[in-house]
């Protein structure tokens, strides 16, 4: 079982940055993708960003050229650098894992972003 736990969120004016992280712990042995989701009010909760073990990275066209994705592998944490927020990145913000063939969701961190 691998458990997470995300920090970082809060609240925020527009244009503001966070730094969310999430960091790993259980029975570690290989995570493969590490991704943050996100769900808004009344709203699917859908991918933000990716990033596989090697690096490789995508994100969702809403938030290119504004969130960065990074992990630690090492440390087994991913984070998500997010950059000139807007009000509509207003949403609960889920950390996800991927190992083998496991899936493991965090609790979620909050954030709200004030016009």
């Known amino acids: 079982q691998v458990h997470l736990v995300e920090s970082g969120g809060g609240l925020v004016q527009a244009g503001g940055s966070l730094r969310l992280s999430c960091a790993a712990s259980?029975?570690?042995?290989?995570?493969?993708?590490m991704a943050w989701y996100r769900q808004a009010p009344g709203k699917q909760r859908e991918l933000v960003a990716r990033?596989?073990?090697?690096?490789?990275?995508n994100y969702a066209d809403s938030v290119k050229g504004r969130f960065t994705i990074s992990r630690d592998n090492a440390k087994n944490t991913a984070y998500l650098q997010m950059n000139s927020l807007k009000p509509e990145d207003t949403a609960v913000y889920y950390c996800?894992?991927?190992?083998?063939?496991?899936?493991?969701w965090g609790q979620g961190t909050q954030v709200t972003v004030s016009s």
């Open positions: 259980g029975s570690i042995f290989s995570i493969n993708a």
């Open positions: 996800n894992v991927v190992q083998v063939l496991d899936l493991y």
């Open positions: 990033i596989t073990r090697r690096g490789s990275t």
